[in-house]
């Protein structure tokens, strides 16, 4: 059983499309994540949800919309993608937002054209 | 502040070396809470090991240990014996929390080659 899945695995698109990457954690964890992963491996962390709750917010452009339907889901909007945006998105997972360790799904390569 | 850096960008070894890759961490709080990942060339990423800032326990889980200092704000990871399995990229972590809000900080990550 998959505890962490991201759909699609790999998405290419082109300038100035939307789109968007699902992610859902059957680990019955409150706290849900996205990380972007640039070419040079730099891992950043862009949004964390807590039972549906934003707690992390960093400085990424509002072209980026994060969306939790409920707490098992963590859904990530890109609109107007840029070249900048190729990278790869992991979604991932936490018990809860006490610092607990984190599940990560397979990732899902995006590369804007 | 928070920061975590790893100051070695690659490390290359022989197998059945001993390796040690350091992290060194800033931040103001008193609680937080470190962990390693590691990424391995098929690229998931795998929780190894989380410490909060007040066990100072050494750990140690098979090959791996882990040593946590706050004098010197490190929690460096040791493999030992190491093996080709053992080529990926890992990363240290610092996490704290304050009120309803997270800080999550990764380091830039330790390129790790073993040579058979």
């Known amino acids: 059983d998959t505890a962490v899945s991201q759909t699609p695995k790999y998405l290419v698109t082109q300038m100035g499309n939307d789109k968007s990457i699902k992610c859902e954690q059957n680990l019955g964890h409150d706290t849900m994540y996205w990380y972007k992963q640039d070419s040079k491996k730099f891992l950043k962390i862009m949004f964390s949800?807590?039972?549906?709750?934003?707690?992390i917010n960093e400085t990424v452009p509002n072209r980026f919309s994060p969306k939790s339907p409920d707490k098992a889901h963590l859904n990530l909007h890109i609109n107007s993608l840029e070249l900048g945006d190729s990278a790869v998105y992991f979604c991932?997972?936490?018990?809860?937002?006490?610092?607990?360790?984190?599940?990560f799904g397979p990732g899902t390569r995006l590369t804007v054209t | 502040a928070q920061k975590v850096t790893q100051a070695q960008t690659e490390i290359s070894v022989v197998e059945k070396e001993d390796v040690t890759l350091d992290c060194v961490y800033e931040t103001r709080d008193t609680t937080y809470y470190l962990f390693w990942y590691k990424q391995p060339p098929s690229g998931e990423l795998v929780f190894l090991i989380r410490r909060n800032s007040f066990d100072e326990q050494n750990e140690i889980s098979g090959r791996y240990s882990w040593n946590f200092q706050k004098s010197t704000s490190s929690f460096n990871f040791t493999i030992t014996a190491s093996q080709v399995v053992d080529s990926a990229v890992y990363f240290c972590a610092l996490i704290k929390n304050s009120g309803g809000y997270q800080k999550v900080t990764f380091g830039t990550g330790t390129k790790l080659q073993v040579i058979p």
């Open positions: 991932a997972s936490s018990q809860d937002w006490q610092g607990n360790e984190q599940y």
């Open positions: 949800y807590n039972n549906k709750e934003l707690i």
